[in-house]
Nanobody, 119 residues
Framework: QVQLVESGGGLVQPGGSLRLSCGAS????????MGWYRQAPGKQRELVAR???????NYADSVKGRFTIARDNAKNTVYLQMNSLKFEDTAVYYC?????????????WGQGTQVTVSS
């Protein structure tokens, strides 16, 4: 059984910062890519940032230069540092990890953490 547990969401003013964390636990032999997605009300879930096991990253254009993704492979944890937050960053943020189960990598998701940017 594999679990992803997120933390760090909350309410912040525009221009502020938050740091999200997501730890994977359970029977984990290998994690490929890890990432953060978000879903705002009435919108589809979208990729925010992704990082491979080797450290390569990619970001949504809307967050480039403001958000930074990082991971600690020893702790099976991925982080998302969010700076210069804007109203439009308000969403539920979901952690995702590609975890080896048997002979294939499967997608696992966290329960989501709310980020609200409001004055």
């Amino acid at each position: 059984q594999v679990q992803l547990v997120e933390s760090g969401g909350g309410l912040v003013q525009p221009g502020g910062s938050l740091r999200l964390s997501c730890g994977a636990s359970g029977s984990i032999f290998s994690i490929n890519a890890m990432g953060w997605y978000r879903q705002a009300p009435g919108k589809q879930r979208e990729l925010v940032a992704r990082i491979t096991s080797g450290g390569s990253t990619n970001y949504a254009d809307s967050v480039k230069g403001r958000f930074t993704i990082a991971r600690d492979n020893a702790k099976n944890t991925v982080y998302l540092q969010m700076n210069s937050l804007k109203f439009e960053d308000t969403a539920v943020y979901y952690c995702n990890a590609e975890i080896l189960y048997g002979l294939r990598y499967n997608d696992y998701w966290g329960q989501g953490t709310q980020v609200t940017v409001s004055s």
